[in-house]
């Protein structure tokens, strides 16, 4: 079965950085679209960045920030978040569509704040 299992938030300065990763199995990384979604506190899920094998997208408000990548050796996507602000405080999801079924990992807490 799919398998989506986030890692790498915490608690961080404005400013800071973070890497949150997303180990995925259950089915063929390399073929799929990527996506990284967050939620924020009283907001709607919004989609932070995507990428294909080689195109990336991202939302205006992480632009310059955040950079989106993958390992397809290892079933792994990344997300490096630099210069983090507060309202990045999110939780972090990462997403896959194999079988046009959406797919989603637990979550990963990012907290920014002094």
């Known amino acids: 079965q799919v398998q989506l299992v986030e890692s790498g938030g915490g608690l961080v300065q404005p400013g800071g950085s973070l890497r949150l990763s997303c180990a995925a199995s259950?089915?063929?990384?390399?073929?799929?679209?990527m996506r990284w979604y967050r939620q924020g506190p009283g907001k709607e899920r919004e989609l932070v960045a995507s990428?294909?094998?080689?195109?990336?997208t991202y939302a205006d408000s992480v632009k310059g920030r955040f950079t989106i990548s993958r390992d397809n050796a290892k079933n792994t996507l990344y997300l490096q978040m630099n210069n983090l602000k507060p309202d990045d405080t999110a939780v972090y999801y990462c997403?896959?569509?194999?079988?046009?079924?959406?797919?989603w990992g637990q979550g990963t807490q990012v907290t920014v704040s002094s």
């Open positions: 990428i294909g094998n080689s195109l990336t």
């Open positions: 997403n896959a569509r194999p079988w046009n079924s959406d797919y």
């Open positions: 259950g089915f063929t990384f390399s073929r799929y679209f």
